[in-house]
């Protein structure tokens, strides 16, 4: 079985899986990081989205083997951190977006994608980037108030790069 050396929100891992073996699930069962949530196995839900290499990614579908050459998986227990949460993290606090909360962790991943290429988006910027990104609960509205939110106060402290 082959072996893959993996930088997950900065941390040194090897793994041993298949080549085949989706990455949602050796950063679940493999690494430990239970934050990424399975939703649909086809990338259609954005329910597992990470980070590798800044850019979001669908990890359902993305099997080891196509990670040759990246360098940096960020998953939601590396943005931000219990003492100091990202803005976006932070906005969905105060703008009270989860409901059910199964999406959340692939929305706020995709958000932070998101100003991270367009630091103030309007909200045609937002619903496009986010369309990929289904919540059941359908908090959409609050979604967009807490990107802007966390759009407006990253403007203010200098946060975007």
Same mark, same amino acid.
């Given at each position: 079985m082959p072996k893959y050396n993996l930088t997950?929100? /900065? /941390? /040194?891992?090897q793994i041993?899986?298949?080549?085949?073996?989706p990455l949602l699930w050796?950063?679940?069962?493999?690494?430990?990081? &239970?934050? =990424? /949530?399975?939703?649909?196995?086809?990338?259609?839900?954005?329910?597992?989205t990470i980070h590798i290499d800044g850019n979001a990614t669908r990890s359902c579908s993305m099997?080891?083997?196509?990670? &040759?050459? &990246?360098? &940096?998986? =960020?998953?939601?227990?590396?943005?931000? @951190?219990?003492? =100091?949460?990202?803005?976006?993290? $932070?906005?969905?606090?105060? $703008?009270q977006v989860?409901?059910?909360?199964?999406?959340? @962790?692939?929305?706020i991943m995709s958000a932070v994608a998101?100003?991270?290429e367009t630091p103030n988006p309007t909200d045609e910027d937002i619903d496009a980037y986010m369309s990929g990104n289904i919540c059941r609960?359908? =908090?959409?509205?609050r979604i967009r108030k807490a990107i802007k939110s966390a759009a407006s106060s990253q403007t203010k402290?200098?946060?975007n790069k």
């Amino acid at each position: 079985m082959p072996k893959y050396n993996l930088t997950v929100n /900065k /941390k /040194k891992y090897q793994i041993e899986a298949e080549a085949d073996m989706p990455l949602l699930w050796a950063i679940r069962d493999l690494v430990g990081l &239970k934050g =990424t /949530k399975y939703g649909c196995g086809m990338a259609m839900c954005g329910a597992c989205t990470i980070h590798i290499d800044g850019n979001a990614t669908r990890s359902c579908s993305m099997p080891l083997s196509a990670l &040759k050459g &990246k360098e &940096k998986i =960020t998953t939601i227990e590396g943005v931000g @951190s219990p003492a =100091t949460l990202h803005a976006v993290q $932070e906005a969905w606090i105060a $703008e009270q977006v989860p409901q059910c909360g199964y999406c959340q @962790s692939g929305q706020i991943m995709s958000a932070v994608a998101l100003l991270a290429e367009t630091p103030n988006p309007t909200d045609e910027d937002i619903d496009a980037y986010m369309s990929g990104n289904i919540c059941r609960c359908g =908090t959409y509205d609050r979604i967009r108030k807490a990107i802007k939110s966390a759009a407006s106060s990253q403007t203010k402290v200098g946060m975007n790069k």
